[in-house]
Protein backbone atom coordinates (compact mmCIF):
# COMPACT_ATOMS: atom_id res chain seq x y z
CA UNK A 1 0.00 0.00 0.00
CA UNK A 2 1.57 3.55 -0.98
CA UNK A 3 2.35 6.31 1.66
CA UNK A 4 2.58 9.38 1.57
CA UNK A 5 6.21 11.14 3.45
CA UNK A 6 6.12 14.82 3.83
CA UNK A 7 8.80 16.60 5.41
CA UNK A 8 7.47 20.04 7.17
CA UNK A 9 8.30 23.56 7.35
CA UNK A 10 8.52 24.90 3.77
CA UNK A 11 6.55 27.78 2.58
CA UNK A 12 4.46 27.44 -0.68
CA UNK A 13 4.95 29.89 -3.70
CA UNK A 14 3.64 29.26 -6.95
CA UNK A 15 0.90 27.86 -9.12
CA UNK A 16 -1.41 25.26 -8.20
CA UNK A 17 -3.84 24.02 -11.43
CA UNK A 18 -7.14 22.94 -9.85
CA UNK A 19 -8.99 20.01 -11.20
CA UNK A 20 -12.69 19.12 -12.56
CA UNK A 21 -15.12 18.57 -9.24
CA UNK A 22 -15.45 14.94 -8.21
CA UNK A 23 -18.88 15.78 -6.79
CA UNK A 24 -19.91 17.17 -9.75
CA UNK A 25 -18.47 14.62 -12.12
CA UNK A 26 -19.70 11.66 -9.82
CA UNK A 27 -23.45 12.99 -10.96
CA UNK A 28 -22.90 13.78 -14.33
CA UNK A 29 -21.23 10.61 -15.10
CA UNK A 30 -24.49 8.54 -13.80
CA UNK A 31 -26.59 11.08 -15.96
CA UNK A 32 -25.29 9.23 -18.85
CA UNK A 33 -27.78 6.52 -18.23
CA UNK A 34 -30.90 8.90 -19.30
CA UNK A 35 -29.76 9.17 -22.81
CA UNK A 36 -29.01 6.67 -25.58
CA UNK A 37 -26.82 9.45 -27.01
CA UNK A 38 -22.99 10.73 -26.15
CA UNK A 39 -22.59 12.81 -23.28
CA UNK A 40 -19.23 14.34 -23.17
CA UNK A 41 -17.90 15.65 -20.02
CA UNK A 42 -15.25 18.31 -20.13
CA UNK A 43 -12.44 18.94 -17.58
CA UNK A 44 -13.04 15.15 -16.12
CA UNK A 45 -10.47 14.98 -13.11
CA UNK A 46 -8.07 11.91 -13.00
CA UNK A 47 -9.65 9.71 -9.93
CA UNK A 48 -9.55 6.55 -8.23
CA UNK A 49 -13.16 7.24 -7.82
CA UNK A 50 -13.75 8.04 -11.53
CA UNK A 51 -12.29 4.71 -12.82
CA UNK A 52 -14.39 3.09 -10.01
CA UNK A 53 -17.54 4.99 -11.70
CA UNK A 54 -16.89 3.92 -15.28
CA UNK A 55 -16.77 0.33 -14.05
CA UNK A 56 -20.10 0.38 -12.58
CA UNK A 57 -21.49 2.24 -15.13
CA UNK A 58 -19.47 -0.20 -17.85
CA UNK A 59 -21.73 -3.04 -15.99
CA UNK A 60 -24.96 -1.30 -16.96
CA UNK A 61 -23.78 -0.55 -20.65
CA UNK A 62 -22.34 2.42 -20.57
CA UNK A 63 -19.09 2.53 -22.95
CA UNK A 64 -16.57 5.23 -22.28
CA UNK A 65 -13.72 7.13 -24.34
CA UNK A 66 -11.44 9.25 -23.75
CA UNK A 67 -9.54 12.17 -25.30
CA UNK A 68 -7.23 15.00 -24.34
CA UNK A 69 -4.92 17.84 -25.83
CA UNK A 70 -1.69 16.75 -24.13
CA UNK A 71 -0.14 13.69 -22.50
CA UNK A 72 1.86 13.80 -19.17
CA UNK A 73 2.89 10.81 -17.95
CA UNK A 74 0.88 8.33 -20.22
CA UNK A 75 -2.35 10.24 -18.78
CA UNK A 76 -4.32 13.07 -20.81
CA UNK A 77 -4.61 16.48 -19.84
CA UNK A 78 -7.53 18.30 -20.06
CA UNK A 79 -9.24 14.91 -20.21
CA UNK A 80 -13.06 14.37 -21.86
CA UNK A 81 -14.69 11.50 -21.50
CA UNK A 82 -17.23 10.07 -23.49
CA UNK A 83 -20.07 8.26 -22.62
CA UNK A 84 -22.23 6.03 -24.21
CA UNK A 85 -25.08 4.31 -23.27
CA UNK A 86 -26.61 2.81 -26.14
CA UNK A 87 -29.04 0.35 -24.56
CA UNK A 88 -29.03 -0.78 -20.83
CA UNK A 89 -28.08 -4.24 -20.03
CA UNK A 90 -28.21 -4.89 -16.60
CA UNK A 91 -30.37 -2.75 -14.25
CA UNK A 92 -29.06 -4.48 -11.11
CA UNK A 93 -25.88 -2.61 -9.38
CA UNK A 94 -24.70 -5.47 -7.24
CA UNK A 95 -23.27 -5.29 -3.98
CA UNK A 96 -19.10 -5.77 -4.95
CA UNK A 97 -19.65 -2.53 -6.87
CA UNK A 98 -22.09 -0.45 -4.69
CA UNK A 99 -19.54 -1.05 -1.52
CA UNK A 100 -16.80 0.70 -2.84
CA UNK A 101 -18.59 3.71 -3.59
CA UNK A 102 -21.69 4.99 -2.22
CA UNK A 103 -22.49 7.61 -4.68
CA UNK A 104 -22.73 4.08 -7.15
CA UNK A 105 -26.19 4.07 -5.62
CA UNK A 106 -27.28 6.92 -7.43
CA UNK A 107 -27.97 5.12 -10.37
CA UNK A 108 -31.31 4.12 -8.36
CA UNK A 109 -32.74 7.42 -10.10
CA UNK A 110 -31.82 6.93 -13.77
CA UNK A 111 -32.31 3.37 -14.31
CA UNK A 112 -35.44 3.53 -12.61
CA UNK A 113 -36.52 6.18 -15.09
CA UNK A 114 -34.82 5.02 -18.77
CA UNK A 115 -35.82 1.34 -17.75
CA UNK A 116 -38.97 0.92 -15.51
CA UNK A 117 -37.00 -0.72 -12.97
CA UNK A 118 -33.37 -0.94 -10.85
CA UNK A 119 -32.10 -3.38 -8.15
CA UNK A 120 -29.22 -2.06 -6.45
CA UNK A 121 -27.49 -2.93 -3.65
CA UNK A 122 -27.69 -0.72 -0.28
CA UNK A 123 -24.78 0.74 0.36
CA UNK A 124 -23.91 -0.27 3.60
CA UNK A 125 -22.25 1.33 6.73
CA UNK A 126 -19.63 4.13 5.96
CA UNK A 127 -16.72 5.13 7.88
CA UNK A 128 -18.35 8.52 8.55
CA UNK A 129 -21.58 7.75 10.00
CA UNK A 130 -24.74 5.52 8.79
CA UNK A 131 -25.60 7.37 6.16
CA UNK A 132 -29.12 6.21 5.02
CA UNK A 133 -30.88 6.11 1.77
CA UNK A 134 -34.57 6.82 3.19
CA UNK A 135 -34.70 10.15 1.62
CA UNK A 136 -34.38 8.37 -1.87
CA UNK A 137 -36.59 6.16 -1.55
CA UNK A 138 -39.24 8.01 -0.36
CA UNK A 139 -38.66 10.50 -3.03
CA UNK A 140 -38.92 8.03 -5.64
CA UNK A 141 -41.88 6.17 -3.98
CA UNK A 142 -43.31 10.42 -4.25
CA UNK A 143 -42.74 10.04 -7.87
CA UNK A 144 -44.90 6.17 -8.17
CA UNK A 145 -42.23 3.96 -7.97
CA UNK A 146 -42.74 0.53 -6.02
CA UNK A 147 -39.31 -0.22 -3.63
CA UNK A 148 -38.98 -3.00 -1.59
CA UNK A 149 -35.66 -3.64 0.47
CA UNK A 150 -35.05 -7.18 0.31
CA UNK A 151 -31.93 -8.90 1.46
CA UNK A 152 -29.69 -5.87 1.40
CA UNK A 153 -31.30 -4.89 -1.91
CA UNK A 154 -33.32 -1.80 -2.96
CA UNK A 155 -35.48 -3.67 -5.67
CA UNK A 156 -37.54 -0.58 -7.04
CA UNK A 157 -40.47 -0.79 -10.02
CA UNK A 158 -41.59 1.76 -12.10
CA UNK A 159 -43.85 -0.05 -14.98
CA UNK A 160 -45.89 2.37 -16.26
CA UNK A 161 -43.62 5.45 -16.01
CA UNK A 162 -42.60 7.65 -13.23
CA UNK A 163 -45.11 10.55 -12.78
CA UNK A 164 -44.35 14.20 -11.30
CA UNK A 165 -45.29 15.10 -7.90
CA UNK A 166 -44.36 16.96 -5.05
CA UNK A 167 -41.78 16.26 -2.99
CA UNK A 168 -40.48 17.90 0.24
CA UNK A 169 -37.12 16.76 1.50
CA UNK A 170 -37.74 16.13 5.20
CA UNK A 171 -33.51 16.88 5.33
CA UNK A 172 -30.96 18.21 2.76
CA UNK A 173 -29.60 15.63 0.70
CA UNK A 174 -26.68 16.04 -1.98
CA UNK A 175 -27.32 12.66 -3.41
CA UNK A 176 -31.00 12.85 -2.79
CA UNK A 177 -31.62 15.64 -5.01
CA UNK A 178 -29.68 14.41 -7.78
CA UNK A 179 -31.12 11.81 -7.84
CA UNK A 180 -35.08 12.94 -7.92
CA UNK A 181 -33.74 15.63 -10.17
CA UNK A 182 -32.44 13.25 -12.88
CA UNK A 183 -35.39 10.55 -12.47
CA UNK A 184 -38.36 13.41 -12.87
CA UNK A 185 -36.42 14.37 -15.72
CA UNK A 186 -37.83 11.41 -17.64
CA UNK A 187 -41.32 11.62 -15.69
CA UNK A 188 -44.58 12.14 -16.62
CA UNK A 189 -45.72 15.57 -15.82
CA UNK A 190 -44.13 18.52 -13.39
CA UNK A 191 -41.89 17.95 -10.55
CA UNK A 192 -41.73 19.87 -7.30
CA UNK A 193 -38.40 19.73 -5.09
CA UNK A 194 -39.11 21.57 -1.96
CA UNK A 195 -35.67 21.99 0.68
CA UNK A 196 -33.45 20.95 -2.14
CA UNK A 197 -29.69 20.77 -1.52
CA UNK A 198 -28.18 24.07 -3.17
CA UNK A 199 -24.41 22.81 -3.84
CA UNK A 200 -22.77 23.77 -7.41
CA UNK A 201 -22.85 20.78 -7.55
CA UNK A 202 -26.36 20.35 -8.17
CA UNK A 203 -26.43 23.53 -10.49
CA UNK A 204 -24.16 22.02 -12.49
CA UNK A 205 -26.00 18.91 -12.76
CA UNK A 206 -28.54 20.65 -13.86
CA UNK A 207 -27.73 22.53 -16.64
CA UNK A 208 -26.39 19.38 -18.38
CA UNK A 209 -29.77 18.12 -17.94
CA UNK A 210 -31.00 21.01 -19.76
CA UNK A 211 -28.49 20.79 -22.25
CA UNK A 212 -29.50 17.29 -23.20
CA UNK A 213 -33.38 18.14 -23.39
CA UNK A 214 -34.31 18.17 -20.06
CA UNK A 215 -36.72 21.21 -18.39
CA UNK A 216 -34.85 21.90 -14.62
CA UNK A 217 -35.63 25.57 -13.22
CA UNK A 218 -34.65 26.58 -9.89
CA UNK A 219 -31.18 24.82 -9.01
CA UNK A 220 -29.00 26.39 -6.70
CA UNK A 221 -32.52 27.47 -4.96
CA UNK A 222 -34.42 25.17 -2.72
CA UNK A 223 -37.05 24.88 -4.84
CA UNK A 224 -36.56 23.20 -7.87
CA UNK A 225 -39.36 22.73 -10.83
CA UNK A 226 -38.84 19.78 -13.17
CA UNK A 227 -41.24 19.98 -16.48
CA UNK A 228 -40.42 15.96 -17.60
CA UNK A 229 -39.54 14.64 -20.71
CA UNK A 230 -40.01 11.76 -23.42
CA UNK A 231 -36.36 11.18 -24.06
CA UNK A 232 -33.08 13.09 -23.66
CA UNK A 233 -30.09 13.46 -26.17
CA UNK A 234 -26.80 13.93 -25.68
CA UNK A 235 -24.51 17.26 -25.10
CA UNK A 236 -21.09 18.23 -24.43
CA UNK A 237 -20.98 19.78 -21.05
CA UNK A 238 -17.57 20.94 -18.59
CA UNK A 239 -17.63 19.99 -15.06
CA UNK A 240 -17.11 22.93 -12.68
CA UNK A 241 -13.63 23.35 -11.03
CA UNK A 242 -13.53 21.44 -7.48
CA UNK A 243 -14.10 23.97 -4.63
CA UNK A 244 -13.63 21.54 -1.98
CA UNK A 245 -10.27 20.67 -3.63
CA UNK A 246 -9.42 24.76 -3.75
CA UNK A 247 -10.16 24.91 -0.32
CA UNK A 248 -7.89 22.57 0.80
CA UNK A 249 -4.75 23.46 -0.99
CA UNK A 250 -6.39 27.80 0.19
CA UNK A 251 -5.50 25.78 3.73
CA UNK A 252 -2.55 24.88 3.01
CA UNK A 253 -1.43 27.80 2.24
CA UNK A 254 -2.90 29.15 5.17
CA UNK A 255 -0.84 26.44 7.28
CA UNK A 256 2.38 26.87 5.77
CA UNK A 257 2.61 30.71 4.77
CA UNK A 258 3.70 31.79 1.20
CA UNK A 259 1.85 32.81 -1.93
CA UNK A 260 -0.05 30.67 -4.61
CA UNK A 261 -2.24 30.82 -7.66
CA UNK A 262 -5.39 28.28 -7.21
CA UNK A 263 -5.31 28.22 -11.28
CA UNK A 264 -9.08 27.69 -12.64
CA UNK A 265 -10.61 28.03 -9.02
CA UNK A 266 -14.16 30.08 -9.03
CA UNK A 267 -14.20 31.77 -5.53
CA UNK A 268 -18.21 32.06 -5.40
CA UNK A 269 -18.28 28.38 -5.17
CA UNK A 270 -16.90 28.46 -1.82
CA UNK A 271 -17.40 31.83 -0.31
CA UNK A 272 -17.86 30.76 3.25
CA UNK A 273 -14.95 29.03 3.23
CA UNK A 274 -12.73 31.61 2.10
CA UNK A 275 -14.62 34.21 4.05
CA UNK A 276 -13.12 32.08 7.24
CA UNK A 277 -9.87 31.76 6.36
CA UNK A 278 -9.47 35.55 5.50
CA UNK A 279 -10.96 35.59 9.33
CA UNK A 280 -7.61 33.95 10.16
CA UNK A 281 -5.38 36.31 8.62
CA UNK A 282 -5.19 34.68 5.13
CA UNK A 283 -5.00 37.21 2.37
CA UNK A 284 -7.39 35.52 -0.09
CA UNK A 285 -7.41 37.65 -3.61
CA UNK A 286 -9.85 36.96 -6.58
CA UNK A 287 -7.95 37.37 -9.85
CA UNK A 288 -8.87 36.68 -13.67
CA UNK A 289 -6.95 33.39 -13.49
CA UNK A 290 -8.92 32.21 -10.10
CA UNK A 291 -7.93 32.47 -6.52
CA UNK A 292 -4.29 33.88 -5.23
CA UNK A 293 -3.72 32.75 -1.55
CA UNK A 294 -1.13 34.72 1.00
CA UNK A 295 0.05 34.35 4.32
CA UNK A 296 3.19 36.79 4.99
CA UNK A 297 4.31 35.89 8.84
CA UNK A 298 2.13 37.05 11.01
CA UNK A 299 0.23 33.94 12.71
CA UNK A 300 -3.02 31.80 12.27
CA UNK A 301 -5.93 33.36 13.84
CA UNK A 302 -8.52 30.87 16.05
CA UNK A 303 -12.08 31.18 14.36
CA UNK A 304 -15.11 28.77 15.01
CA UNK A 305 -16.76 26.93 12.12
CA UNK A 306 -20.13 25.13 11.83
CA UNK A 307 -20.85 23.04 8.98
CA UNK A 308 -23.65 23.82 7.26
CA UNK A 309 -25.22 22.50 3.99
CA UNK A 310 -24.27 25.17 1.12
CA UNK A 311 -23.96 28.08 1.03
CA UNK A 312 -22.73 27.51 4.34
CA UNK A 313 -18.78 26.06 5.33
CA UNK A 314 -18.91 22.52 3.43
CA UNK A 315 -18.38 19.55 5.77
CA UNK A 316 -15.69 18.44 2.85
CA UNK A 317 -13.84 20.92 4.33
CA UNK A 318 -14.17 20.45 7.93
CA UNK A 319 -11.38 18.40 8.64
CA UNK A 320 -8.47 20.41 6.88
CA UNK A 321 -9.92 23.18 8.64
CA UNK A 322 -9.33 22.21 11.60
CA UNK A 323 -5.65 20.69 10.69
CA UNK A 324 -5.09 24.56 10.45
CA UNK A 325 -6.82 25.22 13.75
CA UNK A 326 -4.23 23.12 15.30
CA UNK A 327 -1.35 25.60 14.99
CA UNK A 328 -3.86 28.81 15.68
CA UNK A 329 -3.28 31.31 18.15
CA UNK A 330 -5.83 30.26 20.84
CA UNK A 331 -9.19 28.38 20.97
CA UNK A 332 -11.48 27.33 18.04
CA UNK A 333 -14.40 25.24 18.10
CA UNK A 334 -15.32 23.18 15.15
CA UNK A 335 -19.02 21.98 14.90
CA UNK A 336 -20.22 18.93 12.51
CA UNK A 337 -23.45 19.19 11.74
CA UNK A 338 -24.10 17.17 8.63
CA UNK A 339 -22.39 14.14 9.37
CA UNK A 340 -22.30 11.77 12.88
CA UNK A 341 -18.71 10.74 13.50
CA UNK A 342 -17.06 12.46 11.12
CA UNK A 343 -13.86 13.24 13.39
CA UNK A 344 -11.60 10.67 13.01
CA UNK A 345 -9.00 13.04 12.06
CA UNK A 346 -8.94 14.12 15.68
CA UNK A 347 -7.12 10.83 16.87
CA UNK A 348 -4.47 11.10 14.28
CA UNK A 349 -4.02 14.79 14.57
CA UNK A 350 -3.52 14.39 18.29
CA UNK A 351 -0.23 11.80 17.09
CA UNK A 352 1.25 14.79 15.27
CA UNK A 353 1.14 16.92 18.94
CA UNK A 354 -2.42 18.90 18.25
CA UNK A 355 -4.44 19.45 21.12
CA UNK A 356 -8.45 18.92 20.57
CA UNK A 357 -11.22 17.57 22.87
CA UNK A 358 -14.35 16.21 21.59
CA UNK A 359 -17.88 16.89 23.27
CA UNK A 360 -20.16 15.53 21.27
CA UNK A 361 -20.44 16.91 17.28
CA UNK A 362 -18.04 19.25 18.60
CA UNK A 363 -14.31 19.79 18.65
CA UNK A 364 -12.51 22.02 20.73
CA UNK A 365 -9.44 22.74 19.23
CA UNK A 366 -6.10 24.88 21.26
CA UNK A 367 -3.36 25.73 18.64
CA UNK A 368 -0.07 24.63 19.55
CA UNK A 369 2.83 26.36 18.43
CA UNK A 370 4.70 23.39 17.11
CA UNK A 371 3.38 20.06 15.88
CA UNK A 372 5.70 17.23 15.41
CA UNK A 373 6.08 14.50 12.31
CA UNK A 374 4.95 11.41 13.00
CA UNK A 375 3.16 7.74 11.50
CA UNK A 376 -0.81 8.73 10.52
CA UNK A 377 -3.51 6.57 9.43
CA UNK A 378 -6.07 8.13 6.42
CA UNK A 379 -9.23 7.22 7.89
CA UNK A 380 -11.41 8.85 4.58
CA UNK A 381 -10.94 11.19 1.96
CA UNK A 382 -11.09 14.18 3.74
CA UNK A 383 -9.52 12.97 6.81
CA UNK A 384 -6.77 12.29 4.80
CA UNK A 385 -5.87 14.94 3.83
CA UNK A 386 -6.33 17.16 6.73
CA UNK A 387 -3.27 14.96 8.22
CA UNK A 388 -1.13 16.34 4.80
CA UNK A 389 -1.89 19.92 5.72
CA UNK A 390 -1.09 19.13 9.36
CA UNK A 391 2.15 17.28 7.77
CA UNK A 392 3.45 20.54 6.33
CA UNK A 393 3.46 22.06 8.56
CA UNK A 394 5.18 19.65 11.51
CA UNK A 395 8.93 19.70 12.07
CA UNK A 396 10.41 16.50 10.54
CA UNK A 397 9.04 13.93 8.76
CA UNK A 398 5.21 12.85 8.43
CA UNK A 399 4.11 9.04 6.76
CA UNK A 400 0.13 9.14 6.25
CA UNK A 401 -0.75 5.45 5.59
CA UNK A 402 -3.50 4.01 3.20
CA UNK A 403 -3.29 7.27 0.90
CA UNK A 404 -5.92 5.31 -1.30
CA UNK A 405 -8.33 7.26 0.38
CA UNK A 406 -6.91 10.60 -1.04
CA UNK A 407 -6.16 8.75 -4.20
CA UNK A 408 -10.11 8.86 -4.27
CA UNK A 409 -10.82 12.77 -4.42
CA UNK A 410 -7.13 14.19 -4.98
CA UNK A 411 -5.45 14.34 -8.42
CA UNK A 412 -1.65 14.46 -8.31
CA UNK A 413 -1.65 15.57 -4.82
CA UNK A 414 2.18 15.03 -4.06
CA UNK A 415 2.81 16.78 -7.23
CA UNK A 416 0.55 19.74 -6.98
CA UNK A 417 2.46 20.29 -3.44
CA UNK A 418 5.73 20.08 -4.39
CA UNK A 419 5.50 21.82 -7.62
CA UNK A 420 5.15 24.82 -4.77
CA UNK A 421 8.23 23.62 -3.05
CA UNK A 422 6.73 21.42 -0.44
CA UNK A 423 8.72 18.27 0.74
CA UNK A 424 6.30 15.87 -0.06
CA UNK A 425 6.82 12.05 -2.07
CA UNK A 426 4.63 8.71 -2.55
CA UNK A 427 6.49 5.83 -1.13
CA UNK A 428 5.00 2.72 -3.40
CA UNK A 429 5.45 -0.60 -1.63
C1 LIG B 1 -22.43 14.51 -0.83
C2 LIG B 1 -20.97 14.57 -1.20
C3 LIG B 1 -20.11 14.52 0.04
C4 LIG B 1 -20.52 15.62 1.03
C5 LIG B 1 -22.02 15.58 1.28
C6 LIG B 1 -22.51 16.76 2.11
C7 LIG B 1 -20.83 13.57 -3.40
C8 LIG B 1 -20.37 12.43 -4.23
N1 LIG B 1 -20.65 13.45 -2.06
O1 LIG B 1 -22.63 13.26 -0.18
O2 LIG B 1 -18.74 14.70 -0.35
O3 LIG B 1 -19.84 15.44 2.24
O4 LIG B 1 -22.74 15.59 0.03
O5 LIG B 1 -22.18 17.94 1.50
O6 LIG B 1 -21.33 14.55 -3.89
N2 LIG B 1 -29.13 11.46 4.62
C9 LIG B 1 -30.19 10.78 5.16
N3 LIG B 1 -30.95 10.01 4.31
C10 LIG B 1 -30.69 9.93 2.98
C11 LIG B 1 -29.62 10.67 2.44
C12 LIG B 1 -28.85 11.43 3.30
O7 LIG B 1 -30.44 10.82 6.36
O8 LIG B 1 -31.43 9.22 2.27
C13 LIG B 1 -28.30 12.30 5.54
C14 LIG B 1 -26.84 11.86 5.58
O9 LIG B 1 -26.64 10.77 6.44
C15 LIG B 1 -26.17 13.13 6.05
C16 LIG B 1 -27.02 14.22 5.39
O10 LIG B 1 -28.25 13.61 5.05
O11 LIG B 1 -26.26 13.23 7.43
C17 LIG B 1 -26.43 14.85 4.17
O12 LIG B 1 -26.01 13.83 3.29
P1 LIG B 1 -26.00 14.02 1.71
O13 LIG B 1 -26.10 15.47 1.39
O14 LIG B 1 -27.01 13.10 1.12
O15 LIG B 1 -24.54 13.52 1.33
P2 LIG B 1 -24.11 12.73 0.03
O16 LIG B 1 -24.95 13.13 -1.12
O17 LIG B 1 -23.95 11.29 0.35
Known amino acids: MDRISIIGGQELHGTIPISGAKNAALPLMIASLLTDETLSLVNMPNLADVELLTRILGNHGVDYSVNGRREEQGVLYPRTYNFHASSIVDTTAPYELVSKMRASFWVIGPLLARCGEARVSLPGGCAIGTRPVDLFIEGLRALGAEIEIDRGYAKARAPKGLIGNRYVF ?19 GETVL ?28 STIAIEGVASLSGTTHEIIPDRIETGTYAMAVAMTGGDVLLEGARPELLQSALDTLAQTGVEIIPVNSGIRVRRNGAGISAVDITTEPFPGFPTDLQAQFMGLMTRAKGRSRITENIFENRFMH ?14 GQTAVVDGVETLHGAEVMATDLRASVSLVIA ?12 VYHLDRGFERLEEKLSGCGATIRRLSS
Do not use: F, W, Y
Not at 170 to 188: I, Q, Y
Not at 391 to 402: D, I, N, Q
Open 194 to 221: ENAAREPEIVNLADCLNAMGARVSGAGT
Open 170 to 188: PKVSVGATHVLMMAASLAK
Open 391 to 402: GLAAEGETVVHR
Open 346 to 359: VQELARLGARIQLS
